[in-house]
């Protein structure tokens, strides 16, 4: 008579702020806020002249899902470094190659959705967001987002593009809100490859924007 076993898979689970770095392909699941991320090879971002300090992230990457950055091979603390939407700055200019490992987060059915966050400094006039596209691969971005100040709270929608081949762009912000919010955003395409969401606060009152986003291309 044969045998019969029964055999049962878990996957590495925790509280989000404790996820590792993944090893490609490996599972892990943050309970406490039920997400799902599965890891990936290290992505080499650029690399470092000891002058440089700020470097382009993918977008597919710019999501809290980088555990790790690497300079030369040797791991950056947490404190030497910072991310902002697609921008990654270090405190002081690294050399050798700029590598992250990530863990990409698989979606599943959910009753609540994490969106990305990010500080508007007062005052900004035609400031970056932080929140970029390489349209070499997208030229559409449908971005769902909110601003909160000690002025109000809004919530909306921009939908912007660029036309590469013409060098334009476009951009349409539908909103609604509990009291004027003094944010104005406006698309910069002065990069090459590059289409950047700005902003321009005429409150001079740092805001809130929390923001999801869906990326195609036209083309």
Known sequence: MADTRTSKIQVRQGNFADLPVLDPGEIGYAKDQRRLFIGND???IGTGNGVLTQFTVPITLSKPNIITVFAAGTAVAAADYTLQGTTLTFASAPTGAI???????IGIVTDSTIPSAIELPAAGSTADTGFSV?????????MDYTLESTSGVRVGQLRFA????????TI????TQTAAVGIVFNVDIATANTMKLQYTDSDNKISKFKYTYQL???N
């Open 42 to 44: 290290t992505a080499n």
């Open 99 to 105: 590598t992250v490992s990530f863990n990409s987060e």
């Open 134 to 142: 390489d349209t070499t691969l997208y030229n559409i971005v449908v």
């Open 162 to 169: 660029t036309d590469t081949s013409a060098s334009t762009s």
């Open 172 to 175: 349409d912000d539908q909103f």
């Open 216 to 218: 195609w291309n036209s």
